[in-house]
């Protein structure tokens, strides 16, 4: 990124454009580092971008598969080529540890490769009509102006696998990214720039959610909305999309279910859940935040995970041995200190997740483990959203599964255990939209889809073949014979 006072500028019709005015990119590892000014956009800009996606729709519709396979392909292959520049980016603006960060960055260009693939596959199916001499035919379409909605956690990743499966099937693309973190956004936006992607058919828009984001979903011209954030903004965007009978896709929150039942391999349980519950901060809508223990291994399992948890290493996220970066901001880091708070009165016993003062300025929080919870309490209810998990103890697999889908959400869920039975009863009964067997219940493939049910997910899932369904619309035709 560039050191000076200039201006990331927004990317519209082709363009580097300034916004109204620009906001300040901290990073949260020492607040003292600015990674850059970005454009703060209004109804303008919207307007602007909305106008020159909609102009650029008709001939990026017909362009045909080899130019969109040529684009995305050139940028995958530079994301991973500069994986080590751009994760230094992504650790500086969100605070994730440099590997992950780069791990980050070699997922967006995998995404990226993989819908170039994509984007010469979109197949049609013919079937005899029920009337002879008639035949049927059913096309894939692309979908129109698409708005892209993103959050601050995943910021190379999620734009990524939202942008490349809506270019790959022929839709203009206009993105807004988190406030917090619009850097990565902008350098997908140079990369799509400079290897030739026409004016208008990929825009960026930065700025405030209720400002852009709010003005992109209520847009007359924008055909479709896939979001990536809050349930309480998912609500809201799906309200207004059904209002305007307008295609919407929303991922959303987690309270994901760990269980560890007694014929759980302890090392494997106390790994999976050290990763699930606090690596990436505890910032991930796929961290296991709620660990349902049975009792016959939860003394073992409550030492070895709290000995293990308090050696993690928190600090600067781009310094070699640390383990858990900072929290992304002070907004962020007081809402999770104050369900410790709610901890102290709702659990058993708290161990960690007080705020750690290191020697830099940033905002920084021990991994905390609230035991003797009940699922019923606010602390195993609602998302906190970083590096905090609860203990539920359990008598049976029964009452481990039962309290698995007592929440009102659905994206991933994992059990701990050596019996097939469990493992495989587990994998049937649990309401989840992604299953863990001995493994966290977070880290995903990229070929495969993602998404959860009930309160985590609405519409068709992400990534994979069945991105499909979300970027493209069905028509069925017949014709006589
Ligand atoms: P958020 O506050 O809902 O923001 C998400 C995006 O929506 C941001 O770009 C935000 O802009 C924008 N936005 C805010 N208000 C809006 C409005 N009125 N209209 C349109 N857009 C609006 O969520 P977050 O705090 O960034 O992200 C954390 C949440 O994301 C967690 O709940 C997490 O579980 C969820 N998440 C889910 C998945 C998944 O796939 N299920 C993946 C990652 C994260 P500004 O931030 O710039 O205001």
């Given at each position: 990124m560039k050191d000076t006072n200039d201006i990331y500028g927004n990317l519209i019709g082709g363009e580097w454009l300034q916004g109204n005015g620009s906001s300040i990119n901290v990073n949260p590892s020492d607040t003292r580092d600015i990674v850059g000014l970005f454009a703060c956009s209004g109804l303008d800009e919207v307007e602007q971008a909305v106008s020159g996606a909609r102009a650029a729709f008709p001939a990026w519709a017909a362009a045909g598969p080899q130019m969109r396979y040529d684009l995305l392909d050139a940028v995958g292959t530079e994301l991973l080529a500069r994986k080590e520049e751009f994760g230094r980016l992504l650790a500086r603006e969100e605070g994730k540890t440099l590997p992950e960060a780069i791990g980050e960055t070699v997922r967006a260009g995998q995404v990226f490769k993989f819908f170039a693939g994509e984007a010469l596959r979109v197949t049609g199916d013919t079937q005899q009509s029920v009337r002879p001499g008639i035949d049927v035919d059913v096309t894939r379409e692309p979908v129109g102006v698409i708005a892209l909605i993103t959050p601050w956690n995943f910021p190379i990743a999620i734009p990524a696998w939202k942008i490349a499966p809506a270019l790959a099937y022929g839709n203009c693309v206009v993105l807004k990214p988190a406030e917090l973190t619009p850097g990565c956004a902008h350098v997908i936006a140079q990369l799509l720039h400079k290897h030739g992607c026409p004016p208008g058919v990929f825009n960026l828009v930065m700025g405030q959610g209720s400002v852009v984001g709010d003005a992109l979903v209520s847009h007359p011209d924008v055909d479709a909305v896939s979001f990536t954030g809050s349930a309480a903004t998912g609500s809201r965007i799906a309200a207004t999309c059904g209002t305007l009978r307008r295609k919407v896709q929303l991922e959303m929150g987690g309270k994901n279910p760990m269980v560890i039942m007694n014929d759980a391999d302890l090392p494997t349980a106390v790994q999976a859940c050290l990763s699930g519950s606090f690596f990436s901060t505890g910032q991930r809508c796929t961290a296991s935040s709620r660990l349902i223990v049975q009792s016959g291994i939860h003394d073992a399992f409550v030492e070895a995970i709290s000995r293990e948890m308090r050696a993690l290493r928190v600090g600067?996220?781009?310094?070699?041995?640390?383990q858990i970066g900072p929290v992304v901001d002070q907004r962020q880091l007081d809402s999770n200190l104050r369900y410790v708070e709610l901890a102290r009165a709702e659990a058993s016993e708290v161990i960690g997740g007080e705020q750690l003062h290191l020697d830099q300025p940033g905002f920084y929080q021990a991994p905390g483990l609230f035991l003797g919870t009940s699922n019923n309490a606010r602390i195993n209810r609602e998302e906190i959203f970083g590096p905090c998990a609860t203990v539920i103890r359990v008598d049976d697999f029964d009452e481990a599964l039962a309290i698995a889908n007592d929440t009102e959400f659905g994206l991933s869920a994992g059990i701990c255990s050596t019996s097939l039975k469990h493992a495989s009863e587990f994998r049937r009964k649990v309401e989840a939209g992604m299953v863990m067997v001995n493994l966290p219940t977070a880290g995903v493939d990229y070929h495969v889809p993602f998404g959860g049910r009930k309160g985590s997910s609405f519409g068709p899932r992400e990534q994979g073949r069945y991105a499909v369904e979300f970027y493209t619309v069905t028509k069925t035709t017949y014709q006589l014979a």
């Open positions: 600067d996220a781009m310094q070699a041995d640390t």
